[in-house]
């Protein structure tokens, strides 16, 4: 299972909207067949393996890091191919939690094949994240990416922010860019930097979607983010938007932008991981309202002072006992930089 793993992880760039899978066929210990899910259309990892194997995948044995679907889409369902190929046991790391494939061990069973699951399945959903966030919750998983300063500073007063990090940072961050689905940030951002969030440190041959909070939709046509298309504007309220460019408007009681209904949106348009790299007040707010999973934090050995703007804009607490806390996942360094993970 651990060699299935791996092979799925050659899909962190490419699989999405899919799962990120790997299978591997084996007689007793002799690896007889074994492939990934590239990209969605693209044959799923079983039958990459499966035509890997040949005549020597029957009697054998599957270790496949998601259950096998059940259901005809753009391929034809992996646990009926399975069982036409002669496979006598399956062993899947996680059950699949979408309902239109799920059923795949299921009708392993109903074909005598031994099935099985469990098997590293904390490293299998964690692979899949996103995908189980967005099947499970609605919502993509969203990852919130910061730069800073040890004084916990973003940018300079009037917002300019490049750059903070050095250059291993920041072919990090491009790293994690390439895996998201979708990269959002705020209209200030756009004002001041001018960025075009896309991937360029890395090859890869996907772009991410592209996402603005724009609540009084002020983008200007020029802007380097709508280079290209792949740009979706979520504002507040109608306006004229620059030729060409998909606006959807959510407004919330407060004139701004819905920011739940906005993640349930991007879900629906099969966005499972969302990287934020937005200024201190869209960050606020996205943890205010509880749009956070993940912050990826990325601290320069520098300060900038007290005039400088912050990670967040959230309101002052009365105690200590009612700060969010957060759960370490890793802490590193890269290059002349920290970066640490953690979690709601």
């Known amino acids: ?3 299935a793993l791996a092979l799925a992880e050659n899909g962190l760039w490419t699989a999405t909207p899919n799962p990120r899978v790997g299978c591997v066929l084996a007689q007793g210990e002799r ?13 799923h990892a079983e039958a990459n393996a499966l035509a890997a194997a040949g005549g020597q995948a029957r009697g054998a044995t599957a270790f496949v890091t998601l259950e096998p ?4 889409g753009r391929t034809p369902p992996c646990a009926g191919a399975l069982a036409h190929a002669g496979v006598t046991r399956v062993v899947a790391a996680a059950r699949d939690p979408n309902p239109q494939a799920e059923g795949g061990g299921a009708a392993l069973a109903a074909a005598g094949i031994r099935f099985e699951h469990g098997l590293l399945e904390d490293e299998a959903r964690e692979l899949n994240i ?20 040890l004084d916990g500073r973003t940018a300079l007063a009037d917002g300019r922010s490049q750059w903070i990090t050095g250059p291993e ?3 990090d961050g491009h790293r994690w860019r390439a895996r998201a689905c979708a990269i959002l940030t705020g209209i200030g951002t756009v004002k001041a930097d001018d960025p075009r969030l896309t991937v360029r440190e890395v090859r890869t041959p996907r772009q991410p979607l592209r996402v603005v909070v724009d609540s009084r939709l002020e983008i200007s046509a020029g802007a380097r983010i709508l280079d290209g ?8 309220q109608p306006g004229a938007a620059p030729q060409g460019v998909e606006t959807i408007t959510l407004p919330n009681s407060q004139g701004k932008v819905d920011l739940p209904r906005m993640l349930e949106e991007l879900a629906r348009r099969g966005v499972n991981e969302l990287q934020v790299e937005a200024g201190f007040r869209l960050n606020g ?5 509880g749009c956070v999973d993940e912050l990826l934090l990325y601290f320069n050995p520098s300060v900038l002072g007290d005039g400088a703007q912050g990670m967040f804009d959230l309101p002052s607490l009365a105690t200590l006992e009612a700060r969010p806390r957060l759960a370490l996942r890793s802490v590193e360094r890269v290059g002349e930089d920290l970066r640490i993970v953690a979690r709601l």
């Open 285 to 289: 707010s996205l943890l205010r309202e």
């Open 1 to 3: 299972m651990q060699r």
């Open 69 to 72: 679907c059940n259901h005809h």
């Open 31 to 43: 690896i007889v067949g074994e492939g990934w899910h590239q990209a969605a259309g693209a044959p």
């Open 130 to 149: 996103g995908f189980f966030s967005r099947v499970t919750r609605g919502r993509p998983w969203v990852r919130l990416k910061i730069a800073a300063t």
């Open 169 to 171: 940072a920041r072919l």
């Open 229 to 236: 298309g792949n740009t979706i504007v979520f504002c507040a």
